[in-house]
């Protein structure tokens, strides 16, 4: 990653891997103020494994007070001073030229960045998480426990009371620009969850259409199950569908033994692996239905079984009244 601080505004400034300087806020991802820059002032890039700059204006841009060759690419080095303008607020100091990286940058003090892996970031502590930030097809994903959105590069994310910057590293052509993705069909789907005898083991597989889908032994198997579990008892007791299976999560944490940031963790990443093996739909989103301080397994269809004997399934089968 690479860092531009300007002393004079107190700001600093991530580098895109072709990052653009000027007057014209349409042209520009950093916009310069200062009366003598261009509107297209200058660009940044990186480039066979180094950053360079190329002056693109009238009055010239400055490197330790030199001014550059229209045009031509120069490398920039660690603590040069870039002066795209007269002003003190038209310099810039060179922080640090690492090679770009996908991270979210803070957009006030303390300055911070935060890298990302591209399968798993439970922000903004991985012990407390809001959100879980992960890729999906080459495409970013922010889930919030109320809903999730496609990150394009430069949107603003809210974690933790503070605001962070989505910094795509590398090939920004490829970024999905659309803010909420829309949700596409999928076939009928439903799941088979098998819980052991001792309610040690959880095992989940996903019934696409005709197709089986097996998603293996995982803890957050078990907290759906328990959910299942509970919309499957109202819908038994004859509860409406609008309220059948919620639970407060607090309970449900008790039910599980566990605290309430560890269920949000395995929210998080139940939903995260439903959506990787199905992509085309962000259905999974729904996956868990929430309100005040409540949830509840989405609307989808579920078989539970225990120790290997059917333990019951959703909806209920019509029962013959004759």
């Given at each position: 990653?690479?860092?531009?601080?300007?002393?004079?505004?107190?700001?600093?400034?991530?580098?895109?891997?072709?990052?653009?300087?000027?007057?014209?806020?349409?042209?520009?991802?950093?916009?310069?103020?200062?009366?003598?820059?261009?509107?297209?002032?200058?660009?940044?890039?990186?480039?066979?494994?180094?950053?360079?700059?190329?002056?693109?204006s009238r009055n010239g841009t400055q490197l330790d007070g030199e001014r550059l060759?229209?045009?031509?690419?120069?490398?920039?080095?660690?603590?040069?001073?870039?002066?795209?303008g007269q002003d003190?607020?038209?310099?810039?100091?060179?922080?640090?030229?690492?090679?770009?990286?996908?991270?979210?940058?803070?957009?006030?003090?303390?300055?911070?960045?935060?890298?990302?892996?591209?399968?798993?970031?439970?922000?903004?502590?991985?012990?407390?998480?809001?959100?879980?930030?992960?890729?999906?097809?080459?495409?970013?994903?922010?889930?919030?426990?109320?809903?999730?959105?496609?990150?394009?590069?430069?949107?603003?994310?809210?974690l933790g009371g503070r605001s962070w910057e989505f910094v795509l590293g590398a090939d920004l052509d490829a970024t999905l620009e659309t803010k909420r993705a829309s949700l596409l069909p999928l076939p009928e789907l439903c799941f088979?969850?098998?819980?052991?005898?001792?309610?040690?083991h959880a095992n989940l597989d996903l019934q696409v259409g005709p197709r089986m889908i097996p998603l293996g032994e995982r803890i957050h198997h078990y907290t759906l199950a328990t959910l299942a579990r509970r919309r499957l008892e109202d819908a038994h007791q004859g509860i409406d569908e609008p309220s059948q299976g919620w639970v407060a999560v607090d309970t449900l944490a008790r039910m599980l033994g566990v605290d309430v940031p560890y269920v949000n963790i395995q929210i998080f990443r139940a939903r995260q692996q439903i959506l990787r093996v199905l992509?085309?739909?962000?259905?999974?989103?729904?996956?868990?239905?929430r309100r005040r301080g409540e949830l509840r397994f989405g609307p989808f269809a579920f078989r539970i079984s225990k120790g290997g004997r059917e333990e019951g399934q959703y909806p209920l089968a019509a029962r013959n009244t004759v």
């Open positions: 990653m690479a860092i531009l601080f300007n002393p004079s505004l107190g700001q600093q400034v991530m580098l895109r891997s072709l990052h653009t300087w000027g007057r014209h806020p349409a042209s520009c991802r950093t916009v310069l103020q200062s009366s003598d820059v261009s509107k297209l002032h200058a660009l940044i890039r990186w480039h066979h494994g180094q950053w360079e700059i190329s002056d693109q060759p229209v045009g031509q690419w120069v490398r920039l080095t660690q603590d040069t001073v870039i002066g795209f003190a607020a038209a310099r810039w100091k060179v922080l640090q030229l690492d090679a770009p990286v996908t991270c979210l940058f803070s957009r006030g003090e303390p300055f911070e960045v935060l890298p990302l892996n591209a399968q798993e970031n439970l922000l903004p502590d991985a012990g407390s998480p809001e959100a879980n930030l992960y890729s999906v097809e080459g495409r970013w994903l922010l889930d919030r426990l109320d809903g999730s959105d496609f990150l394009a590069d430069g949107d603003l994310v809210r088979d969850f098998k819980v052991s005898q001792n309610e040690e992509p085309q739909s962000l259905e999974s989103a729904a996956l868990l239905e």
